[in-house]
């Protein structure tokens, strides 16, 4: 076994015993202690990251090819101004990129913040980042609403059902707003609680005269939205 197995099998084994893994960050704590590789040192800020529940970090991580898994990740905590400070080190040589993102326990990329292109040298890459608007509703605007929903939902025309999903309307059309074509009267969004969330209901089972159940197919961006809702549902 090489350094890094051995490293690796130590990660997997904290994660399996630690208590703190299941509601916790779990990637706040430094984890590549490889002297070897290359250094990346970011600064810049950061807005939204305490946004995100437990089972997500917002990390300072390294990306090969189009796997969508971190190959290394740290995680990134803002000082109160929301400053960020901080050196990812030990990155592998088969990184071709470095990201301000958000993962999940797998260290899956859920959203990315900002990206930029990795060749491993023997100086420490600086980068900025500027301000970066990192909340967790941020993403799903973007990621959910903008991509697959807006074309219909008042981008350009008078919105389907009435309901705007466009960014600086989205939020109060949703959030403790009650559903127009749910027969129990479910709220659009019923924050705590995704399950009696009728967004919940409609992208899962097919209640609407326009099916809406093959429009999100991403697990992970289904599994998205109810955390965000069962996290209290913030902007
Ligand atoms: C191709 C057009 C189209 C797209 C894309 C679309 N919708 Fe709709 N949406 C509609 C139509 C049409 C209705 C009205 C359906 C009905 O009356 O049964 C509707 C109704 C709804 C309702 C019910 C509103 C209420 O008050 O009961 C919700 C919620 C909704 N859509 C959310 C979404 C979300 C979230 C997305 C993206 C993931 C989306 N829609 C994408 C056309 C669309």
Known sequence: MNMKTVLSVC????????????????YEEHISTEREGGAVSLTGYLQGVDSWPGGYSIVLAGFAGTNEYAQTAQGITPEKDGSVRMTLQGIPAEVTHIE???????????????????????????????????????????????RSCTACHGGSTEPAAGLYLTEEKSYTALVGVVADQSKDSLLLVNPGNAQES??????????????????????????????????????
Not at 118 to 146: C, H, K, N, P, W
Request: glycine share 4%; with cysteine; charged share 25%.
């Open 100 to 146: 301000v993102c958000a993962i999940n326990k797998l260290r899956k990329r859920i959203a990315t913040f900002y990206t930029v292109d990795y060749e491993e040298t023997s100086d420490t890459l600086r980068l900025d980042m500027g301000t970066i608007d990192a909340r967790m509703y941020g993403v799903i605007q973007s990621d959910v609403f903008d």
């Open 198 to 235: 009728f967004l919940h209901v409609m992208l899962r089972e097919n209640v609407l005269r326009y099916d809406h159940t093959q429009i999100i197919t991403s697990v992970n961006m289904l599994q998205l939205i109810d955390d965000w809702i069962n996290n209290g549902a913030n902007e």
């Open 11 to 26: 990660i997997g084994m904290s994660m399996l015993f630690s208590p703190a893994c299941d509601d916790g960050k779990i």
